[in-house]
């Protein structure tokens, strides 16, 4: 038997070796690839028996089929780290938490080159700690009524007098681009269908609370985030990812900005599923209850408003201060006679509210009244009185924003049993705790109607009631409420709904310690239906005042009271009242009773009793 030259025998071991090396190796990187963490940090999503990345700018890849094959973008980016290039060019500079993640996994050595631009952003950002901010509803822009939500970055080593610099601190802000010009069929229809691309900035946290807490009197709620020392590199090195590199189309409803900084902590949280907990839409409220709920939140703490806090400061003042207030909105020149700090302090708060509502401008009279004021404030030298600010819950304890309830209702001499979804978010009866109160954000709350004789039919389908009555003990506030959808005109249809739209504009202020407001609008509303042995349709346009109070008496317990008077096109008159009243057995379950009364012309009249048991999830 002839025996193998050793030399053969040697070079067979090594090949051998070696394509078990390679064989053991592709395993690997084929697990990687498709492992939890590579998904996670290339925003990979399944979709049907692949992957795609939601980011859509290529610069985010290594590889031209990297959006779409995560092995393809691994393989690829092994290759890439080998290359050498200019500092700041090379993966290792560009990428640093996937240099990170090969370089943990063993596929490639340590690369010595220096990365100035990463170096200094590190420095710069300091990721000592991070928080979630979540900033409240803004009814004045229709992108913002669900709130807002960002991560601030705090760098303790900005200090002065021995403390950190909270406004030097830095944010992570996702957004959409919005050109200034677009049109509102167009800001709808692009919101809600990706039309708008996304893109990840970064601010000042000073600059942010300017914007969000004293130009849009917004409050603001920062959640402490629990993260390890590595996980707050990692998260500090894909911001410097996402900010340089990441970019993607923005959808209103579920891709905004609370979905975008959530997937960036699922990327460092490798034991937690976050995203998988979302509804079918994404809130930034959500994102508070989520990382509440993992236990990811340290602490939670509330920065008031600039309106609240000129608020909480008039509640503080007795009632010749408040005379005092009143009169030196009108007569600048009698400030130096003013000998209260609470006084003087709530003016300077007073005109720069007035700023803002100006878009940023001062009036020559407001400039005049606020140097005064500046001016006898210095020469007090008083250290101002401790003013109890008035507090709101912290978002992530409200309720779910999905809803379900049953209602029985006695119309006339008939009864009828409906059936109500609100699949999102808060109407003007539910519980304010994390919303503004005497607000409602109510879309696509659809009413099913148990008909004895004809079945079940789609009495209502609201595809939206957006409201904010909302007002002051001490300024008007405007007050608004808009309502659009389609009503059942055909007992005998169960899908015949006929357009309509409620219209609300006027003024509230409140009363009774800000338990109640009280508010006067003109409304105009419209409905149509079919009439005649041919069915034609008719539209039935009224105008007319209206005059009611929203009350939140305890956090369990809120009324709403109002009556429209006024007529149609045709000088038919319309006169209506409302009086409801909720009460929460918890945060989800309520009860709601109604009474409502209605006449239309000499003839057509309405009066129904209504109790409505609701659970929100």
Not at 10 to 25: D, N, P
Not at 574 to 587: N, P, Q, R, Y
Request: proline share 4%.
């Amino acid at each position: 038997m002839a025996v193998m030259p050793p030399i053969i025998l040697k070079y067979l071991v090594v090949i051998v070796f070696l394509a078990q090396a390679t064989e053991s190796r592709a395993a690997t990187t084929q697990k990687l690839a498709f492992g939890q963490k590579w998904l996670r940090i290339l925003h990979y999503e399944k979709q049907g028996d692949g992957y795609e990345s939601r980011v859509d700018n290529p610069k985010f890849f290594v590889s031209t089929l990297g959006k779409s094959d995560p092995l393809e973008e691994l393989n690829v980016s092994i290759e890439e780290s080998k290359h050498a290039k200019p500092n700041n060019d090379s993966f290792k500079c560009k990428f640093p938490l996937r240099y990170h993640f090969l370089k943990h996994n063993k596929l490639i050595g340590t690369d010595r080159i220096k990365c100035e631009d990463q170096e200094f952003f590190i420095k710069e950002m300091g990721g000592d700690q991070f928080s979630l901010v979540f900033v409240g509803q803004y009814a004045d822009h229709p992108a913002s009524i669900m709130g807002h939500i960002f991560l601030s970055i705090e760098n303790h080593k900005k200090k002065i007098e021995g403390g950190p610099i909270s406004y030097l601190f830095n944010t992570l802000n996702y957004s959409a681009q919005i050109p200034e010009d677009t049109g509102v069929v167009s800001y709808i229809t692009k919101g809600i269908f990706g039309g708008f691309p996304g893109k990840y900035n970064l601010y000042e946290f000073g600059d942010m609370i300017e914007k969000y807490n004293n130009m849009e009197s917004r409050d603001v709620f920062t959640y402490k985030l629990k993260l390890t020392n590595q996980q707050r590199k990692e998260l500090l090195w894909h911001i410097w990812e996402v900010a340089n590199h990441a970019q993607q189309d923005y959808f209103f409803f579920d891709e905004n900005c609370a979905f975008n900084i959530l997937a960036l902590l699922e990327v460092i949280k490798d034991d937690e599923n976050l995203l998988s907990e979302l509804p079918a839409y994404t809130s930034p409220i959500e994102i508070t209850k989520i990382v509440s709920a993992k236990g990811l939140v340290e602490s939670v703490a509330f920065k008031p408003s600039l309106y609240v806090r000129l608020i909480s400061k008039l509640r503080a003042m007795d009632s010749v201060e408040l005379d005092q207030f009143h009169d030196l909105m009108n007569s600048p020149e009698d400030v130096r006679s003013v000998k209260s700090i609470l006084v003087l302090e709530a003016l300077v708060d007073y005109v720069d509210l007035q700023k803002h509502e100006e878009n940023g401008v001062t009036s020559s009279e407001f400039k005049v009244l606020k140097d005064q004021v500046l001016i006898q404030r210095s020469t007090l030298g008083i250290e101002p009185p401790k003013v109890k600010i008035i507090g709101r819950e912290s978002p992530h304890l409200s309720h779910g924003d999905s809803r379900i309830a049953t209602t029985l209702i006695k119309r006339n001499e008939d009864v009828e049993l409906n059936f109500k979804f609100r699949p999102f978010v808060h109407d003007i009866l539910s519980r304010n705790q994390g919303y503004d109160a005497n607000s409602s954000i109510n879309m696509l709350e659809t009413t099913i109607k148990i008909d004895t004789q004809y079945g079940p039919q789609v009495e209502k389908l609201q595809l939206f009631d957006l409201a904010k009555l909302k007002g002051s003990r001490y300024l008007y506030s405007p007050a608004w409420r808009v309502q659009l959808g389609g009503m059942n005109q055909k007992d005998s249809c169960v899908l015949c709904l006929m357009p309509y739209y409620d219209i609300d504009l006027g003024l509230s202020v409140s009363a009774i310690a800000n338990k109640i407001d009280v508010f006067i609008l003109g409304n105009t509303f419209s409905s149509y239906r079919e009439v005649g042995s041919d069915e034609s349709i008719v539209s039935n346009l009224y105008w007319t005042g209206k005059i009611g109070a929203s009350g939140n008496w305890t956090p369990e317990l809120r009324t709403l009271l109002f009556g429209s008077v006024g007529r149609n096109f045709e000088n038919r008159s319309f006169l209506k009242t409302t009086a409801a009243v909720a009460f929460d057995i918890s945060i989800d379950i309520d009860i709601r009773l109604q009474h409502e009364n209605k006449k239309i012309g000499s003839h057509g009249y309405w009066e129904s009793y209504s109790t409505e048991i609701g659970y929100s999830f």
